[in-house]
């Protein structure tokens, strides 16, 4: 049974910074993408980063670009997102996804478990 298990969330001010992460078990997690979606309330499910199964790609929404980092350590079978100059904004409720296959997507269907999220808040 595919379990991931998310910790790091929390209570930050804006420009502040969290580390998000991600502990899998029950499938070879070398072998799938992973990703990171966020759920603000009354909000549709976003994506926020993917990461290829060996980590050699990367990918991110505009939102994230360029202040939030994903990274993964196969040997730990954990994924990590590191979140700088953080914003408002960015309060939600963070997922962890695990891919059916290796490549990195923003498709949310093309992930086929999650974690139970943890929650983001950014104060102003």
Known sequence: QVQLVESGGGL???GGSLRLSC????RTFSRY?????RQAPGKDRDF????????GTT????SAKGRFTISRDNAKNTVYLQMNSLKPEDTAVYYCASSRVGG????????DY???????????
């Open 104 to 111: 990195a997507t923003d498709y949310e269907r093309g992930y």
């Open 23 to 26: 502990a899998a078990s029950g």
């Open 59 to 62: 990918y991110y929404a505009d």
């Open 33 to 37: 993408a992973m990703a990171w979606f």
């Open 48 to 55: 926020v980063a993917a990461i290829s199964y060996s980590g």
């Open 114 to 124: 999650w974690g139970q999220g943890t929650q983001v808040t950014v104060s102003s």
């Open 12 to 14: 930050v001010q804006a």
